[in-house]
């Protein structure tokens, strides 16, 4: 079993200290020239060749010449958050926080990287390994498939791994078929027409207009949509008017689009503009709506996770994988690749000591003890694959 090696003694504390480095110093977006200095530096002293895909994005190869690659995926950035100091390695940027945690998705694929490297003749396939900034947004897949991080070699199957808050430290939940959801966001600025609260006939109240629109919006997933299909329309923010006595004239909102299919994630972006302008039509009052493409759903390749299935039952033990029945409607910017080739997505267990609560959260504490059980699953699907 790969997970049981005598390596990993060696490449855990390495690989824990790579990852309290990079939490250190958390980037956001595109902007991570300090993560990629760090990996840059490994792969060098690990003698594992590297090229930049975009500014801040790295492509690293290993194992035999020719195409047919298994691509391995890491992110790299953080979040604007403030985090609580309760470690040691706390960041040291205020209001940036490794809240994701991506600091333990790169620190793992580098303790891969140095694990494969010392095994790399029994590589079967070509190996990429794919570094990426801003899967938090504005998305680093897209620009570094564009720059061709799926091609020389020719990629044919890929992983990723995300640490889940909902299993326990080392377990790995994977799930066949519709995974993430899709991501639409949308803005919308109602314009009504002002006067005196007391007097509302002489004007177009644009907040009553806004509130019908969130409240018609709603029946489009409880009644329109197909129960078993999930999506989800969310407003997040409504801001208008001026004081108590006046007439509001302009209201914007803004909101986000969670489907789990193309089809669905389609035929609600049409519905949610036609509900929007008919309600503001009959109002008599002007709409102005905006609707950013976010991220397409993630789909993983059914065939290619039952072998990645068990192939991590085979070197990381039946214990330490499972299941995951549901889909779930967050994002993830590798659904870009999973457009391109097979792939799927491993979801690994932080929940055991020392946890604290769950993603995105400014009080996050993970079992550093998982990320030698992340670092052996992704070099399993390397050599196994």
């Keep these: 079993m790969i997970v049981r090696d005598g390596l990993w003694e060696e490449i855990e504390p390495w690989m824990l200290g790579i990852r309290r480095a990079i939490h250190r110093h958390p980037e956001l977006g595109l902007d991570t020239p300090h993560t990629q200095a760090i990996i840059e530096e490994a792969l060098d002293r690990?003698?594992?060749?590297?090229?930049?895909?975009?500014?801040?994005?790295?492509?690293?190869?290993?194992?035999?010449?020719?195409?047919?690659?298994?691509?391995?995926?890491?992110?790299?950035?953080g979040l604007p958050i403030?985090?609580?100091?309760?470690?040691?390695?706390?960041?040291?940027v205020t209001g940036r926080m490794h809240a994701c945690g991506h600091d333990c998705h790169t620190a793992m694929l580098l303790g891969a990287a140095r694990y494969l490297k010392a095994h790399e003749t029994q590589l079967r396939r070509p190996l990429v390994l794919?570094?990426?900034?801003?899967?938090?947004?504005?998305?680093?897949?897209?620009?570094?498939?564009?720059?061709?991080?799926?091609?020389?070699p020719r990629v044919t199957q890929a992983a990723m791994i995300h640490v889940s808050d909902d299993?326990?430290?080392?377990?790995?939940?994977?799930?066949?078929?519709?995974?993430?959801?899709?991501?639409?966001?949308?803005?919308?600025?109602?314009?009504?027409?002002?006067?005196?609260?007391?007097?509302?006939?002489?004007?177009?109240d644009a907040i009553l207009v806004a509130t019908?629109?969130?409240?018609?919006?709603?029946?489009?997933?409880?009644?329109?949509?197909?129960?078993?299909?999930?999506?989800?329309?969310?407003?997040?923010?409504?801001?208008?008017?001026?004081?108590?006595?006046?007439?509001?004239?302009?209201?914007?909102?803004?909101?986000?689009?969670?489907?789990?299919?193309?089809?669905?994630?389609?035929?609600?972006?049409?519905?949610?503009?036609?509900?929007?302008?008919?309600?503001?039509?009959?109002?008599?009052?002007e709409v102005e709506l905006t609707i950013e493409a976010g991220y397409p759903p993630a789909f993983a390749d059914i065939a290619w996770t039952r072998q990645v299935k068990q192939i991590l039952e085979r070197e990381l033990g039946s214990d330490y994988v499972t299941d995951i029945a549901q889909p779930t409607l967050g994002v993830e910017d590798f659904a870009y690749v999973a457009e391109k080739v097979q792939a799927t997505i491993l979801n690994l267990g932080?929940?055991?000591?020392?946890?604290?609560?769950?993603?995105?959260?400014?009080?996050?504490?993970?079992?550093?003890?998982?990320?030698?059980y992340g670092a052996a699953a992704f070099a399993a699907v390397a050599l196994g694959g």
């Design 46 to 77: 690990l003698g594992i060749s590297h090229t930049r895909s975009i500014a801040h994005g790295v492509k690293a190869q290993l194992g035999p010449e020719g195409d047919d690659a298994i691509l391995l995926r890491a992110d790299m950035d």
């Design 82 to 92: 403030t985090e609580i100091p309760r470690v040691p390695f706390v960041s040291e």
């Design 130 to 152: 794919m570094f990426q900034p801003a899967e938090e947004g504005p998305g680093g897949a897209l620009p570094m498939i564009e720059a061709g991080v799926l091609e020389n």
């Design 167 to 204: 299993l326990p430290s080392g377990v790995i939940g994977l799930r066949e078929g519709p995974a993430m959801g899709g991501c639409d966001d949308f803005t919308i600025v109602v314009r009504g027409r002002g006067g005196h609260g007391s007097a509302p006939h002489t004007g177009v």
């Design 212 to 285: 019908a629109m969130v409240q018609s919006l709603q029946s489009l997933v409880s009644r329109e949509q197909d129960p078993l299909d999930p999506l989800v329309v969310s407003v997040g923010t409504i801001h208008g008017g001026y004081r108590e006595n006046i007439i509001a004239d302009r209201v914007e909102m803004t909101g986000t689009i969670r489907s789990l299919t193309a089809t669905t994630r389609q035929r609600a972006v049409t519905r949610v503009r036609e509900i929007v302008e008919q309600v503001a039509h009959l109002n008599r009052a």
């Design 350 to 372: 932080i929940v055991g000591e020392g946890f604290t609560t769950g993603l995105h959260s400014a009080g996050l504490l993970i079992d550093e003890k998982a990320l030698r």
